[in-house]
C-alpha cells in the first residue's frame, strides 16, 4: 500500500479562500476581525511561527500586528500588557507565543487572557468547554487534524486512535476532540511501556512527540491514517516531521507531510478563531 498524501497546504488554501470571503461579509457591517500576537524574546522559531501567523492573518484580510517584547519582561509587565489587550474594543483575538521564559508562569498568563479573545482556545474555561462538548474556541493544532481528516471523509467514530504526546497544545486536546467525535483513544507518552505494541493498533496514529523521524513503519499498522504534528529542524535545516515519511508511506493508507501538512492547518484555524471571536464580541 502507498499511502494518500494529506496536503494541510491545500486544505488551508481552500479555506483561506472561504474565510476571504467572510471576512468582506463583516468589513460590510464595518467589522474589521484584529488578532494581537504577543511574542516575547527572540526564539527563532517563534519568530518564524509568529510571522507565518500574521502573512495569513493578512491573507483573508484579518488585521493583525505583532508585539515584541524583551526576554527580560517580568511576569507583572507581561500581565499588564494582556489587561490593556482585553480592554482594547479594536483587539478580538489575543495570542501570546510559547515558551515564555523561565521568570514567567504560563498559566498565569493564559488564566489571564479573556476567554472571549482566547484564540488559542488555551484558557481552562475554554478547555472545560471543549471537554464537555460546547461550542468553544477549540485549539489550533487539534481542530486542524479534525479538519484533515474530514476533508478525506476519513471516519472517526468507533475508530481506534492513538495519541503519541500529553503536551497540553496538541496531545491532550485532540484526544479529547477525537473523543468527542466518538473514536475509542489511547495516550502514549514518555513512560509507556511497550509503545510499538500498542501503536500496532491505532487506525489513526497522532504523533507530536517533538523528536524528528522516530516512528516507523514498524509501529505502524497496515492500512492506518497517520498524523504528524513534528516540527523538527535538523541540523543541516531540513525540517522534518516525528514520523519517518517515506518508511511510514509504505504500510499507511493516509499520511500527513511536514512540512505542508499540519503546521498551515494550525494557522488556519487560528483565522477561523479570529473571525469567531470578531463575531462574538461585535454581536
Ligand atoms: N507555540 C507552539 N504552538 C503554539 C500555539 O499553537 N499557540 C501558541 N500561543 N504558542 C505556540
Do not use: W
Amino acid at each position: 500500500m502507498v499511502a494518500e498524501v494529506i496536503n494541510g497546504k491545500e486544505l488551508s488554501a481552500e479555506m483561506k479562500k472561504q474565510m476571504r470571503y467572510e471576512v468582506e461579509n463583516l468589513l460590510t457591517q464595518q467589522i474589521i476581525p484584529h488578532l494581537t500576537v504577543v511574542l516575547v524574546g527572540n526564539n527563532p522559531a517563534s519568530m518564524s511561527y509568529v510571522n507565518g501567523k500574521k502573512r495569513a492573518s493578512e491573507e483573508v484580510g484579518i488585521q493583525s500586528e505583532i508585539i515584541e517584547l524583551p526576554d527580560s519582561i517580568s511576569e507583572n509587565e507581561l500581565l499588564k500588557i494582556i489587561h490593556q489587550l482585553n480592554q482594547n474594543k479594536a483587539v478580538h483575538g489575543i495570542l501570546v507565543q510559547l515558551p515564555l521564559p523561565k521568570q514567567i508562569n504560563v498559566q498565569h498568563i493564559i488564566e489571564s487572557i479573556d476567554p472571549k479573545k482566547d484564540v488559542d482556545g488555551f484558557h481552562p474555561i475554554n478547555i472545560g468547554r471543549m471537554m464537555t462538548g460546547q461550542d468553544t474556541f477549540l485549539p489550533c493544532t487539534p481542530y486542524g487534524i479534525i479538519k484533515m481528516l474530514q476533508s478525506k471523509n476519513i471516519t472517526i467514530e468507533g475508530k481506534h486512535v492513538v495519541i503519541l504526546g500529553r503536551s497540553n497544545i496538541v496531545g491532550k486536546p485532540v484526544g479529547q476532540l477525537l473523543l468527542n467525535e466518538n473514536a475509542t483513544v489511547t495516550y502514549c507518552h514518555s513512560k509507556t511501556k511497550n509503545l510499538q505494541e500498542i501503536t500496532k493498533q491505532a487506525d489513526i496514529l497522532v504523533v507530536a512527540i517533538g523528536r524528528p523521524n522516530v516512528i516507523n513503519k514498524e509501529y505502524i499498522k497496515n492500512g492506518a491514517v497517520v498524523i504528524d504534528v513534528g516540527i523538527n529542524r535538523l541540523e543541516n535545516g531540513i525540517l522534518t516531521g516525528d514520523v519517518d515519511f517515506d518508511s511510514a508511506k509504505e504500510v499507511a493508507s493516509y499520511i500527513t507531510p511536514v512540512p505542508r501538512g499540519v503546521g498551515p492547518m494550525t494557522i488556519t484555524m487560528l483565522l477561523h478563531n479570529t473571525i469567531k471571536a470578531a463575531k462574538e464580541i461585535e454581536k
